[in-house]
């Protein structure tokens, strides 16, 4: 319980990006696998968390390294 209240008392002092970031990686990595199974693109992205197509590949390459559309070859 004190390592939760922790984690929450460091959002609200300004740490937003840095669980963005993170939550983003988690999203990627999940959506990196789906793929590698077979996946459509789209269909990982929404079942990862995110909402827009486009903000999804952009995210994917910076975090992962390669465009989602790669993933299969990977």
């Given at each position: ?30 959506a ?26 952009r ?16």
């Amino acid at each position: 319980v004190a390592n939760i209240e922790l984690f929450f008392k460091k959002i609200q002092k300004g740490h937003r990006s840095d669980l963005h970031h993170i939550l983003n990686t988690v999203r990627c990595e999940n959506a990196d696998k789906l793929l590698k199974c077979g996946v459509k693109v789209s269909d990982a992205c929404y079942d990862c968390g995110f909402s827009d197509p486009s903000y999804f590949s952009r995210t994917f390459k910076t975090i992962i390294g390669y465009p989602p559309s790669e993933a299969h070859k990977k």
